[in-house]
């Protein structure tokens, strides 16, 4: 026997047309490339949503169709959001810090028909336009006076002009909930990127898990601000979440520096923001340097790579913000787990609550999750055995674009590709990356353990630590830090912080200053870059 409920797709549009009627009035605020601050409501935005749909009509472009986008996060970038995935096309966001050429092999490999983009990334587009052999139009984001005329690349438009032809009046079409609706390639440091493909239902889902208190917590008393970029994994899906709960949204657009930040953090009275941990170090330096506090600020959603504690505990001591440390990855949506401590947690001393909210947090409902040794035997849930992390749900991948790769699934579960152990009370605490794992004389050293060490120094700016082969134990870990400006510290000075804080065997037997630590297109630090400079590094006494 069937329930006697209506049977309605869970349909992207319904989020925006929500916030329009309900949320009207709620405020978009974006720090533009033009340099100045702009500022509508959600009923603009729909109106402008649909534009867009009618403009991707005159367009020709089919449903199903890839529209891509090269922005920042902003008001424009929202607008398409919604009007690509509301008429039925796909919208691939790229990540424009990857290479010219990887951006044009991903715009081919997606068969983008159109890509809207941000003048900052003119050169990037005039550089790549005639080898996107798909792309059938190029859409700046600006307005049609601010268009150059002398560019040479073929069928460009400005997206004021296309959109000032268009009615603000568009049906939304019905269709099947599972049909795809966002596109976006993992960052793939080895082989080339593979396109993670998002349905309409998954992200409806993943909008509903994301605004549950215990996740991120999105209400219609928040004012957003997500750094995290809409051009990786949808921003975590705050767009969507926000448009869901009528929260307040700030985008910063290209001024991610500490004082831009600060700035509209206070102008626009944020409650919460989200974004990776390099991204707070300028903010934190920033308001150290100048005696500043926050007035509205309340949690900030830190994931992306492991929020090192020192980072938690300055939020929380220094400006009274709680940090939400938050797991996931592209081919999640990318939510899987967040930190939110549990009703018997709140009576503990603050010192253990920090460390409970330094691992990555407790599974949101609909992801599962269970770790497995090498033999794929599951392994207990007891905060001290770790091992490979599988995770199932309905916001997981199932393969991916165009079937890359082949079958990623085991028996129905993803692998991650991450190393981890799992408490009695749910809390997931990553341990490594598989392939950052370092193997000590058959024993496993926590890279993140390590790096989390370090980043407590005073002259530490940011730490990375990684195996150097060794003759007599396989591996043994070497500390590489980028040290704060100014700061004066030694090897020793920095491997004697170690002592007491971790077993002796696991402290890095060396450690080599660099000015800087390469990061990749999201954020992430790159330790194969760094295995590769320091393979030959002579370790003392080895
Ligand atoms: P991406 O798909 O590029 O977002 O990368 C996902 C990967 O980032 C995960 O598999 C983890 O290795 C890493 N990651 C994400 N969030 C965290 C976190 N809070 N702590 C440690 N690693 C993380």
New binding site residues.
């Given amino acids: 026997m069937l329930g006697q409920m209506q049977d309605h797709p869970l349909l992207i549009s319904t989020l925006i047309d929500f916030a329009a009627r309900h949320h009207h009035e709620a405020q978009i605020v974006s720090r533009r490339v033009e340099g100045d601050l702009h500022r509508y409501t959600y009923a603009d935005a729909a109106k402008r949503s649909r534009r867009v749909a009618n403009a991707l009509d005159r367009l020709g472009v089919a449903f199903g169709d890839r529209v891509a986008t090269l922005a920042w996060n902003g008001y424009r970038h929202l607008e398409l959001y919604f009007g690509i995935t509301g008429s039925g096309r796909v919208v691939h966001t790229i990540n424009p810090r990857l290479l010219p050429e990887q951006i044009a092999w991903i715009a081919n490999h997606a068969e983008d028909q159109v890509v809207c983009f941000d003048m900052t990334f003119l050169p990037i587009v005039k550089g790549i336009w005639s080898h996107c052999k798909t792309v059938k139009h190029w859409v700046a984001l600006c307005d049609a006076d601010k268009l150059p005329a002398d560019t040479g690349i073929a069928n460009l438009v400005s997206y004021e002009a296309l959109l000032a032809a268009e009615a603000e009046t568009y049906d939304w079409p019905q269709f099947d909930e599972r049909s795809a609706a966002a596109l976006c390639y ?2 793939g440091t080895t082989g080339n990127p593979k396109g993670a493909l998002y349905s309409h239902r998954s992200t409806m889902l993943h909008a509903f898990a994301g605004a549950l208190p215990d996740s991120l917590g999105v209400s219609a008393r928040d004012s957003i601000l997500p750094v995290v970029p809409m051009f ?2 949808n921003a975590w899906g705050i767009p969507y979440g926000a448009a869901m709960t009528g929260a307040k949204l700030v985008f910063p657009g290209a001024a991610l520096d500490g004082k831009s930040v600060y700035e509209l953090m206070e102008s626009e009275q944020v409650t919460m923001a989200a974004g990776v941990p390099t991204v707070w170090l300028g903010l934190l330096n920033h308001m150290a340097q100048h005696g500043l506090k926050f007035s509205t600020m309340k949690r900030t959603v ?6 090192p504690p020192a980072m938690i505990k300055t939020f929380h001591d220094d400006f009274g913000v709680t940090v939400v ?7 999640m949506s ?1 939510l899987g787990t967040v930190n939110t401590l549990k009703q018997h947690q709140l009576a503990l001393p603050v010192e253990q609550q920090l460390d409970i909210m330094a691992k ?1 947090g407790r599974a949101v409902f609909g992801v599962e999750m269970k770790i497995v040794d090498p033999d794929g035997n599951e392994l207990p849930w007891d905060g001290q055995h770790s091992g490979d992390l599988l995770v199932k749900g309905p916001w997981i991948i199932s393969s991916y674009f165009k079937g890359e790769g082949g079958d990623p699934l085991v028996d129905g579960w993803f692998p ?3 190393v981890a152990a799992i408490d009695a009370d749910g809390f997931l605490q ?1 341990t490594d ?1 598989s392939k950052d794992v370092i193997k000590s004389g058959g024993e496993w050293i926590s890279s ?1 353990d390590v790096e989390n060490i370090a980043m407590a120094h005073p002259a530490v700016a940011m730490a990375a630590c990684i195996a150097v082969p060794h003759p007599k134990w396989d591996e043994r870990p070497l500390l590489v830090v980028m040290k704060k400006p100014g700061a004066q510290a030694t090897a020793a000075d920095i491997l004697a912080h170690f002592e007491g804080r971790i077993a002796k065997w696991q402290i890095p037997d060396d450690v080599a200053f660099v000015d800087a630590i390469p990061l990749g297109a ?1 954020g ?1 630090m790159q330790k194969n870059k760094l295995r590769e400079q320091f393979k030959g590094h002579a370790l003392p006494g080895a």
């Fill in positions: 993992t960052s990786h994994v830190i994931g992306g790579s492991a929020c440390h938050a797991w996931g990855m592209t081919e990318p990555q991650t590709g991450d990553i990356r993140i999201t992430k």
